[in-house]
C-alpha cells in the first residue's frame, strides 16, 4: 500500500481526495497556489468530519489523527516523495499540462501520476511527460467523501501496473471503480451526464419546463439523488461549461455543445452555489 499522497489543488474535489485518503491512513500533503486556498480546502475538510462525527460516522479521535495526517503547502516540490499523486487543478488542459511536467520532472520513477479530469483525454495530458506509461485517469465524484464511485481511465500508454495501484489507492478510500478501457473526451460518465444536462438547459432555455420541475423529474422519475441542473450548481457551472466544450471539441456531435445559456451564464458569473447564483438562488 501506498503511504505517501500528494494533491495538487485544494478546491472542491482536490479537499475531498486529500479527506478521504487521509481518513483511509494515507499520509497527505495537500497543494494550492495560495495559502487562502488551502485555507479553504482544510476549513471544508474539518467541517466535513464533523458532520461525519456528529452523525456517529467518525470518532473523534479518528477524525483528529486524520487532520493531523494532512499537511499543506504551496510548493509543488513537496509531491516529490509521493507514492501516488493526484491533480485537482482547473479543467483546462494547459493548465494541467504544466502541473505534469513539473511533476514528470521532480517526482519519483515509480510514482503514479493521476489526473481528476472529468472530460480531457489522460493520453493528451500524458503525452507531457516521459512516462506516460505512468500516467492514469482517477475521476472521482463531488462531493467526494459521499460519492461511492471512481472512474478509473487507461490513456494509451496506461500500464498495467499504474492501474492497478490506483485501483488499490480508490478503493483503500472505500471507492467502487469502473475502468473506462479508451480515453475518448468525457469518458462514461461525463458523457452521460452531460447529455443528460445539455439537454435539460435546452429545455429550461426555450420554457418548457422549470429548472425545479426537470430537476424533480429525473430524482423521481429516474432516481437519480440529484437532478442535473441541481448538480451542476454543485460541481459549478463553469465545470460543466468547459467539460461540455471539451467533449463536443472532440466528437463535434452537436448533443454536447453548450447551450447558449450555459456560455450566457458563465460570462455573468453566475457559477452555482460557489458565487450564491446559478440555476438556483443560494443563500
Given amino acids: 500500500m501506498a503511504q505517501q499522497v500528494a494533491v495538487v489543488g485544494a478546491g ?5 481526495i486529500a479527506q478521504v485518503a487521509a ?5 497527505v500533503v495537500l497543494r494550492d497556489v495560495t495559502p487562502e486556498a488551502l485555507e479553504r480546502g482544510t476549513g471544508a475538510i474539518r467541517a466535513s468530519y464533523a458532520k461525519f462525527v456528529e452523525k456517529g460516522r467518525m470518532a473523534a ?3 483528529e489523527a486524520a487532520l493531523d495526517r494532512i499537511t499543506t503547502t504551496t510548493d509543488l516540490g513537496a509531491a516529490a516523495d509521493a507514492d501516488v499523486v493526484v491533480e485537482a487543478v482547473f479543467e483546462k488542459l494547459e493548465v494541467k499540462a504544466e502541473v505534469f511536467r513539473t511533476l514528470d520532472e521532480i517526482c519519483k520513477p515509480d510514482a503514479v501520476l493521476a489526473s481528476n479530469t472529468s472530460a480531457i483525454p489522460i493520453t493528451s495530458i500524458a503525452a507531457v511527460t516521459r512516462r506516460p506509461e505512468s500516467v492514469v485517469g482517477m475521476h472521482f465524484f463531488s462531493p467526494v467523501p459521499m460519492m461511492r464511485l471512481c472512474e478509473l481511465v487507461r490513456g494509451f500508454k496506461t500500464s498495467d501496473d499504474t492501474l492497478a495501484r490506483a485501483k488499490e489507492f480508490a478503493e483503500n478510500t472505500g471507492k467502487t471503480c469502473i475502468v473506462v478501457n479508451r480515453d475518448v473526451a468525457g469518458f462514461v460518465t461525463t458523457r452521460l451526464i452531460t447529455a443528460l444536462t445539455v439537454e435539460a438547459i435546452k429545455l429550461l432555455e426555450s420554457g418548457v419546463a422549470s429548472a425545479e420541475d426537470i430537476d424533480v423529474a429525473c430524482r423521481l422519475g429516474f432516481g437519480h439523488a440529484m437532478g442535473p441542473l441541481e448538480t451542476a450548481d454543485l460541481t459549478g457551472v463553469d465545470i460543466m ?6 467533449v463536443y471539441a472532440d466528437t463535434q456531435d452537436e448533443k454536447f455543445a453548450p447551450p447558449e445559456l450555459l456560455r450566457r451564464m458563465v460570462a455573468a458569473g453566475d ?6 447564483r446559478g440555476f438556483y438562488e443560494h443563500g
Fill in 12 to 16: 472542491l474535489m482536490g479537499s475531498g
Fill in 23 to 27: 481518513a483511509a491512513g494515507y499520509d
Fill in 61 to 63: 479521535d479518528d477524525a
Fill in 241 to 246: 461549461c468547459n467539460a461540455t466544450s471539451n
Fill in 271 to 276: 457559477l452555482g452555489r460557489k458565487t450564491g
